[in-house]
């Protein structure tokens, strides 16, 4: 019902909203039936990835269809509790993941290795 309204007023979404969300604080043995049952209220889902590995459990990404849906998702399903747990949701932003201080960092790395080796680049001649 909200979705319908924000429409039909043209409103105009902040930056940062997206149709992918990331999904924090989820109980580990939350199977992806529930996932749907819990995020599939909001609208058409395309995807939910759930994290299996050790330093990814009790994370997910949820995908829909339309930005609406996942903004209205987002504002009714952060703090949302299952199994006792309070799940934060939030939009995933790719900039957010791979800052510049990574590259920074990456870089210095590389020229202490080039020095550690004696290598030496064309812009160093």
């Known amino acids: ?3 319908i309204s924000l429409r039909k007023a043209n409103t105009r979404l902040p930056p940062e ?4 969300l990331y999904v924090r604080n989820l109980p580990f043995n ?3 039936e529930e996932m749907y049952d819990i995020f599939g209220k909001y609208g058409a889902i395309r995807q939910i990835r759930i994290g299996t590995n050790k330093d990814t459990r009790g994370t997910a990404f ?6 609406y849906d996942a903004k209205t998702a987002v504002d ?5 509790n299952v199994a006792n747990r309070y799940l934060i949701v939030l939009y995933y932003q790719q900039a957010k993941m791979a800052k510049k201080s990574d590259q920074k960092k990456k870089e210095e790395e590389i020229t202490r290795l080039q020095e550690k080796y004696g290598i030496s680049t064309p ?3």
């Open 1 to 3: 019902m909200a979705t």
């Open 76 to 80: 009714h399903l952060s703090g949302f």
């Open 123 to 125: 812009k160093d001649k």
């Open 62 to 67: 949820v995908v829909y269809e339309d930005i």
């Open 30 to 32: 939350i199977s992806s």
């Open 17 to 20: 909203v997206n149709r992918v």
